[in-house]
């Protein structure tokens, strides 16, 4: 099945900071969605992108599809910010199949 | 808006004993999915479902059974749970008309002793 790889595993940045997050995928897809689980377990949508660029506050986001990666920009960040950012893709053909990738923990500090 | 719910949020059960995990969403999603969470593996697909009747497995499936006999419903049964099906179970649901956009229900932990 396809592989989803994210980097860093981990980043601390302190407030105010800004940071970039990749994610990597080896097939082709018709869908990526990024994901904030924040410290209480919820999960909550932030993108829908499976190519081109979207943002949303002080979120973006940029597909290269053809290259098979993405990545999420996070700019001024705050402490609510902090949590597990997830990449999940789904491969083209498939019936609405996400495969997520484990994750880029995210610590924001004052 | 109640969107998706799911319950129990929090249960602890036996080896051996059979658990259902409820979920219910409002929206008339047509796509219903069924995932685990646990640390190492991020989340992954137990069972998904594209409309009522109809079913499939997804990347883990052993040990678990669904169901989808409305639209709104897509539980989750454990026939026999065992100690490596503690996690924490998330209900997720989409549709076309909301972009393919997942929501997430808010997990249910479940700890088997």
């Known amino acids: 099945g396809i592989q989803v790889e994210q980097s860093p595993p981990d980043l601390i940045l302190q407030e105010g900071a800004n940071s970039t997050l990749r994610c990597n995928f080896s097939?082709?897809?018709?869908?990526l969605q990024w994901f904030h689980q924040n410290p209480w377990g919820q999960l909550i949508n932030l993108f829908y992108i499976p190519s081109g660029t979207k943002q949303n506050g002080r979120l973006s986001a940029t597909t290269v599809a053809t290259e098979r990666y993405s990545l999420l920009y996070i700019s001024s960040s705050q402490t609510t910010d902090s949590g597990v950012y997830f990449c999940?893709?789904?491969?083209?053909?498939?019936?609405?199949?996400?495969?997520f990738g484990t994750g880029t923990r995210l610590q924001v500090t004052l | 808006d109640a969107g998706i719910t799911q319950s129990p949020r929090y249960k602890i059960t036996e080896t051996g004993r059979q658990v259902t995990l409820m979920c219910h969403q409002t929206?008339?999603?047509?796509?219903m999915f069924w995932y685990r969470q646990d640390l190492g593996h991020g989340l992954r697909l137990i069972y998904y479902?594209?409309?009522?009747?109809?079913?499939d497995k997804g990347e883990v499936p052993d040990g678990y059974v669904v169901s989808r006999s409305k639209t709104e419903n897509f539980p989750l049964t454990l026939e026999s749970a065992t100690r490596s099906q503690t996690s924490v179970y998330f209900c997720?649901?989409?549709?076309?008309?909301?972009?393919?956009?997942?929501?997430f229900g808010e997990g249910s932990w479940l700890t088997v002793v």
């Open positions: 929206w008339s999603h047509s796509y």
């Open positions: 479902s594209a409309a009522a009747d109809i079913t």
């Open positions: 999940a893709v789904q491969n083209t053909g498939t019936a609405s199949k996400l495969t």
């Open positions: 097939d082709s897809v018709n869908n």
């Open positions: 997720a649901s989409t549709t076309a008309s909301s972009g393919n956009t997942i929501y």
